[in-house]
């Protein structure tokens, strides 16, 4: 038996942070995902790199940034959406290494299988959330990939190799469609269709620990949860949702379960991303990530203290162009610090705000008559740095813009 861990990626689509309870989520309880923060390390500052499904889902696989992997928006109907070829994300050097490879759920990267696993039972995206069996009863989409993904689990008890299995929810995506009792669950919610879905997927999330426990494999296997991007539940920037760079939006839950109680319990307010998940599977699994890898690993959070990290984290975004006056998709680089957030956009005014006095980024601290030049100059050389260590056009181009206007 190998001693390297088993991997178990679980993922939501567009959850925000404050829908679970170790985060300070209040309008549902989530004992499942609590349950594993218990066992884990628990990142308080998670982001995506870009509000997009495919993208997004590039970026957690491939560790680089969209300008990156190419792929820079959803994509439907074609078989696959990675130029590189699906090899260039984490699975390829997995299954080199001999792991077991099994994928549930939501893809978002292709119509096709991509010929990476084991076992593939995954879909690109847009398929109902209920399913209909053939003597017409429903199911919920997500409590049957709880079965396959613990149908799994159970038969890896005495394998020879260790497994990678992602299970990808689709919920709480659009249509929030939950089963009734768990909208009941968050009737007095803000959104009972969207807080139920994720007290439905967090039932989801005990079932695969609890499959874990049983099977004994526990002890063995490093889990990840996390989301794709999160969205806005009042509609402040247009019709979309999602598509811009509010924290209500980038900001996601991300936990790292580690084999044997490693820094159970523990909690850190660094600035982690989706671009860390693949170098800390690989970390884990022994190859090195791909290069470039614009991500890395967060194992050293697990040895305590603070170990030396970034400092800020540079956000991308690609608006929807029915969404703009001219029909044009406006192109936007953020960059987040612990207390900052400094947003540029094309043909737009640029934005700051102080994230400690106004963390719902209502303020823009560049708008009146006392604009503060001098923080967002420093914002904006900070951007041009994390654009520039990661070859990122867009991101260079914004930054120059901002210090051109002094």
């Not at 679980?10 to 829908?19: H, K, P």
């Not at 709880?146 to 159970?154: E, M, Q, Y």
């Not at 190859?287 to 890898?293: A, D, E, L, R, V």
Request: glycine share 8%; net charge neutral.
């Amino acid at each position: 038996m190998s001693d390297r861990p088993n991997l178990l990626v679980v993922m939501t689509d567009q959850q925000r942070t404050d829908t679970v309870g170790c985060l300070g989520g209040r309008h549902v309880r989530t004992p499942g995902i609590d349950r594993l923060a218990a066992r884990g390390i628990l990142f308080e500052r998670a982001f995506t790199p870009v509000p997009m499904c495919s993208p997004a889902r590039a970026s957690l696989w491939t560790g680089l940034y969209p300008h990156g992997h190419g792929v820079e928006d959803n994509v439907y109907r074609i078989p696959r959406a990675l130029p590189q070829g699906d090899e260039r994300t984490v699975f390829g050097p997995l299954r080199r290494a001999g792991y077991r490879l099994a994928y549930v759920g939501k893809w978002h990267l292709g119509e096709a299988d991509p010929g990476l696993f084991d076992l593939w039972d995954g879909y690109n995206s847009l398929e109902p959330q209920w399913l209909t069996r053939p003597d017409g009863a429903r199911t919920y989409r997500s409590f049957a990939e709880t079965d396959r993904a613990a149908g799994f689990l159970g038969g890896q008890k005495e394998a020879d190799r260790p497994f990678c299995l992602v299970v990808s929810y689709y919920p709480p995506h659009p249509p929030y469609d939950p089963p009734a009792e768990y909208r009941a669950l968050a009737a007095a919610s803000p959104l009972p269709g969207y807080f139920g879905a994720v007290a439905a997927i967090d039932a989801c999330v005990v079932r695969l620990l609890d499959a874990l426990d049983a099977s004994g494999l526990a002890g063995r296997t490093a889990i990840v949860f996390c989301s794709d991007h999160a969205q806005l539940l009042a509609l402040r920037d247009g019709p979309n949702p999602k598509r811009n760079l509010y924290d209500e939006t980038v900001r996601i839950p991300m936990i790292l379960a580690l084999p044997g109680g490693r820094a159970a319990g523990t909690r850190t307010a660094a600035l982690v991303s989706l671009l860390d998940v693949t170098p800390t599977l690989l970390a884990l699994a022994g190859p090195p990530p791909p290069q470039p890898c614009h991500g890395a690993s967060l194992l050293p959070f697990a040895d305590g203290g603070s170990p030396p990290w970034r400092d800020a984290f540079l956000l991308q975004n690609t608006t929807r162009p029915e969404h703009e006056a001219k029909r044009m998709a406006r192109r936007e680089r953020g960059l987040r610090t612990a207390a900052a957030k400094l947003v540029v956009a094309e043909r737009r005014m640029p934005a700051l705000y102080d994230l400690d006095a106004d963390p719902e980024e209502r303020c823009n601290l560049l708008a009146g008559e006392s604009p503060q030049r001098e923080r967002a100059r420093d914002l904006a050389l900070r951007m041009r740095a994390a654009a520039e260590a990661v070859a990122d056009p867009i991101g260079l181009a914004a930054a120059d813009a901002m210090l051109r206007r002094g």
